[in-house]
């Protein structure tokens, strides 16, 4: 069964920047298109970025300009770097293919 392995997040002062990585055990990026969501406790999870299998990027409007989305083919690899980083960031973030679900990442910001 496909795996999504995700790394980064942390601590980070507003304004600044963070790299999550979300990696596959399998190709299924070009098969399957991925998803970025993030949830705070006592919300709902909200998507907030997508990547088509050709590798087109997408983001809600809430998040443009500062989330980027980019994939590493060789690697099995989608990152999603966030920069200018806001205090209502912080939560914890997921990444979605398939209906497979990386184990989340925390990101927090704060000063």
């Known amino acids: 069964q496909v795996r999504l392995v995700q790394s980064g997040g942390g601590l980070v002062q507003p304004g600044g920047s963070l790299r999550l990585s979300c990696t596959a055990s399998?190709?299924?990026?070009?098969?399957?298109?991925m998803h970025w969501y993030r949830q705070v406790p006592g919300r709902q999870r909200e998507l907030v970025a997508a990547?088509?299998?050709?590798?087109?990027?997408g983001y809600v409007d809430s998040v443009k300009g500062r989330f980027t989305l980019s994939r590493d083919n060789a690697q099995n690899t989608v990152y999603l770097q966030i920069d200018n980083l806001k205090f209502d960031y912080t939560a914890v973030y997921y990444c979605?293919?398939?209906?497979?679900w990386g184990q989340g990442t925390q990101v927090t910001v704060s000063a």
């Open positions: 979605e293919c398939g209906d497979i």
């Open positions: 399998e190709n299924i990026f070009s098969r399957e298109q």
């Open positions: 990547m088509t299998t050709g590798g087109n990027p």
